[in-house]
């Protein structure tokens, strides 16, 4: 059923248009998210070992709405980061009704990350769904390669919301 879920969600946010407004409360801030899969993964010579991967994405929420990311990966084989413009990049974060909605698809499955608000937009909760209806991910890790990973969980996810930009100094 959570697979079916993430499905629905991944083919609804590649439709989704910039209908779906920001909401005032959150113009002109900055939402931080940060947590930690872990797993197995597969090496492309067939060797498997645990690994931990800490993920974390700002969000600058713009005066009009528009959505600016930074993201940082890191396991203890790599680090990748990147910054994504609006409309830019493959994970997509939108706005439906009062809550935040990225979907980060991989080679064989995607991410979810739904970002839920309070209703003074003062504080955020965030709730992380890796899968595949397979059960096997694949996707790249920090360091480029890609891996096969199986039995992913999601630990200490956190959520915070600041005014202003953060990328601006």
Partial sequence: MRMICLTASFIFALHASS??????????????????????????????????????????????GRLFSRFRATNRGGDRSGEIAP??????????????????????GARQVTVTFDPGFSSCSVNVIEGHTGGIIRRKAPNGMMYELSGVTTTSPSCSIQSGNAFAG
Avoid: C
């Fill in 19 to 64: 209908a779906f407004a920001a909401p005032a409360g959150l113009l002109n801030k900055t939402i931080t998210i940060s947590f930690a899969t872990t797993g197995m993964a597969k090496a492309p010579d067939g060797k498997s070992h645990g690994f931990t991967t800490k993920v974390s994405r700002i969000i600058y929420v713009s005066s009009a």
């Fill in 87 to 108: 409309g830019q990049g493959k994970g997509n974060f939108s706005f439906q009704s009062d809550k935040l909605i990225g979907v980060i698809p991989y080679e064989v």
